[in-house]
């Protein structure tokens, strides 16, 4: 890397962390370090839960996704606006009218301390498996750009972020995230700019967007109902509702940051804000990626974009004449893409369909060899590491954005989209530390391990517990390795137990009569149907989109909790209670308080 890049990649990050202890000099109490005094604005509160979800790994993967599979991975947001709306109305009242600190302290309110610790755990070991991987996700660009140590990478990735979330708790996260979103679309806005004026000069920004139209990239709507597509309208509106109602409305990394909003109608803007420019963002993220799959239909793309992995076997004598092979046929099917692309642009441009329709059909066969050759590639590192012993990871789509960025930005804008990135990582792994420091302070070492003790005792506690996840997290991400796609894996991890997590607060909120021991069977009962789903999709005994896992686990807590109620009828006087409410019964006002709104 240039040092131009170093200064902008080293001063944009610095920038980031002392403002963010400038801002958070003040914060002397509990309820500052956790909610941030219940103080920010509608814009903040937004800016923040976007910039909570738009990890590193949105930066990493999205586009890599998009080259590959094109848009259909925006349906995934589709229930985004849904399940903001839901919120907004019926769970925001809620939390807004019994000040809590977590999420979970209702379900004690509601059920009992044992069903507000369940879900805590549940919650707490689904962000901790998270927080490690979305740590690891940037440290391998890092790495790599850098020539690092992986494992040190990590370190020094994660004592940045550590240090300062330490330091000003939900403050630090909130007002860095506004910083960190301004540079996170300026860097993918100027890479977008980049894209375009990189195209040959006879070659428009139209023309372009009509080539990878016909060749299938821009296709975003599929409606066929099929339980094992991935990225379809139903599992979008069904599982993917289902998923942003869990994360956002009981997943402590989100519900902190509307917590901490100034009024009721603040927060509501902020959930708002998200839900109205989260989906355009994402289609945003989806079409630089577009633009870099068109950017490498005119500039031969390596044939394996991860460079390590390239390396290795250009380096080994058994599999490097192949590779050469390899290397001569995919050079000649790039060629023939070029050729059948300015085809296409020119009878585009004469609106002649007839030779339209022959360049589609023959670039979807030279993409079909194009996409062999690359599974040939992916062979040979497989059989490399079979004989070696060394574990490589031949998934490549997560190396494709930082490919284009690293090799064909100019000098300074390399440094800047690193920041991106980092920015990114940082933004999420601040909110997620945060989080679980939150939970396990208020939810297990306040109500159970330590009571009755004062406000700077357990300030001090929320920073020593976000330490500790923190140095739980760097180990978790020290031997985490490569899934499928990196984005794919976070919602995976998500979705093992969001369902549950939702089923338990519908069951709080929506049916009154069913108490502590019925919802908790059916808590149990529901995370194990979810288990198992996901491990017979694993071994291919059924084929079944992981999105849905989020309606199933949801339904199955509702279903058996209602069912089993009228067996253990209601639950004993509780002997100790935290402000006990009967919210069940006042529902009705709380959502009345819309009014405020």
Sequence with gaps: MHTIDWIVLVFTLLFIVFYGLWKTRKVNSTESYLLGDRELKWWTIGLSIMATQASA??????????????????QFYFGLPIAMVILAIFVLPIFYRLKVYTAYEYLEQRFDVRMRQFTGFLFLLGRGLAAGITIYAPAIILSLVLGWNLNWTIGLMGILVIFYTMSGGTTAVSQTQKQQMIIIMGGLFTAFIILIMRLPTDVSFGDAVGVAGKMGKLNIVDFEFDLKNKYNMWSALFGGTFLFLSYFGTDQSQVARYLSGKTLTESRLGLLFNGIFKVPMQFFVLFVGIMVFMFYQFTKPPIHFNPSNLAKIEQDATSSAELKTLQLQFDDVFTKKQT???????ALQSDDEATISQSQVALKSLNTQDAEIRKNVDALLKNYSVRTGEKIDVEDNDYVFISFVTQHLPKGLVGLLLAVIFSAAMSSIASELNALASCTTVDFYKRSWNKNQSDQHYLKSAKAFTLIWGGIALCFAAFASLFENLIEFVNIVGSLFYGTILGIFVVAFFFKKVKSKAVFVGAIVGELVVLTTFALDYYEVIELAYLWLNM????VVVFVSVLLQPLFGDDPPRKEESNPIDLDDNLLDDISMTKEF
């Design 57 to 74: 790994i949105t930066f990493l993967s999205t586009p890599g996704q998009a080259f590959d599979d094109g848009m259909r991975f925006a």
């Design 340 to 346: 059948e692309i300015k085809t296409m642009v020119s």
């Design 552 to 555: 199933i686990g949801c339904l």
